[in-house]
């Protein structure tokens, strides 16, 4: 009976000792697990955040290529009109190097044609066009040989016009200006008076007679300003003819004819001064503009015309 139950004792102890170690197992095991799901769930995230860091550079690199691809078809098309313009340029029919050659004459007719026109250069003018027709002579093409001929006679009208008239007037008005506006000398020459009646030697004091009929005679004084006022329009005449102003330049000189007057009040005095100012003021100050453009309207017509023969 005591062995059995010696027995029954050691089986529980037994049954005891396996369940407590099953248990702490368990949870060693549970615990385990517990740490794998943690780190599991760690990388997870992790990969979440770099898949969403790779989504974002995805979508970088496909909106960079769709930019790129709209660069690379506006190329493609430059290239398309570059092409286009050589395939024009070296078709035989238009000869490239003859069509370069007419755009640079188009060019220089349609600046000698401003410059004389907007600026009155007729020097410059005259180059524009020698230019023009040293560029249609090496053409020999026999269609442009009207084109020459018109050139021809539009530099014979430019040769046949007179030199700057602007200059030419400048240049008489400072050579006027310099006769006329030398310090005039107050000092009056010496006159030996004729014997007078005694009456006169009497009131010379007191009366004296002048006539109204003329202008009067100025002191010092007035002389000086008169000689500044002249000075004053004869500047401003300069600067209207500078601009081209005729009517400022004519009504400047004639405020000078009036101060000219004054300086000199002699009758007959300056009648030469006053004739030449007259013949200064009457000069032209822009040359006679002869037509122009026929040429370059010629030139851009039979262009025209090759452009609309072209396929």
């Known amino acids: 009976m005591l062995v059995l139950l010696l027995v029954a004792g050691a089986l529980a102890y037994g049954g005891y000792y396996w369940w407590q170690r099953h248990q702490a197992q368990d949870v060693a095991q549970a615990s385990d697990i517990d ?50 313009s050589f395939a024009r340029y070296s078709d035989p029919a238009r000869h490239s190097a003859q069509a370069l050659r007419l755009d640079e004459a188009e060019v220089l007719l349609s600046l000698g044609q401003q410059r004389l026109q907007i600026a009155g250069d007729l020097d410059g003018a005259r180059r524009s066009y020698a230019l023009a027709a040293g560029v249609l002579e090496s053409i020999e093409d026999p269609a442009y040989l009207n084109l020459r001929q018109a050139l021809g006679q539009e530099r014979a009208s430019l040769d046949a016009l007179d030199a700057e008239p602007r200059a030419r007037a400048l240049a008489r008005l400072d050579q006027w200006a310099k006769g006329v506006t030398e310090p005039v000398s107050t000092a009056k020459p010496a006159i030996t008076a004729p014997p007078q009646p005694w009456w006169k030697r009497a009131f010379i004091g007191i009366v004296e007679v002048q006539t109204l009929d003329g202008p009067q005679p100025l002191d010092a004084a007035e002389q000086a300003d008169a000689q500044a ?83």
């Open 35 to 84: 740490v794998r799901l943690a780190s599991l769930d760690q990388r997870l995230a992790t990969l979440r955040g770099d898949q969403g860091v790779q989504a974002k550079r995805l979508q970088q690199a496909i909106a960079t290529n769709r930019i790129l691809r709209d660069e690379l078809l506006g190329l493609s098309e430059r290239s398309a009109l570059i092409e286009d």
């Open 229 to 311: 006022g002249l000075q004053l329009e004869i500047t401003l005449a300069r600067a209207g003819a500078e601009r081209r102003d005729t009517a400022a330049y004519r009504a400047a000189l004639g405020r000078a004819e009036f101060w000219l007057a004054r300086i000199s009040p002699t009758p007959g005095a300056a009648a030469d001064a006053r004739s030449e100012l007259q013949e200064i003021a009457a000069l032209p100050l822009s040359p006679p503009l002869p037509t122009l453009g026929t040429t370059l309207i010629q030139l851009r017509q039979l262009r025209a015309n090759n452009r609309e023969q072209l396929p």
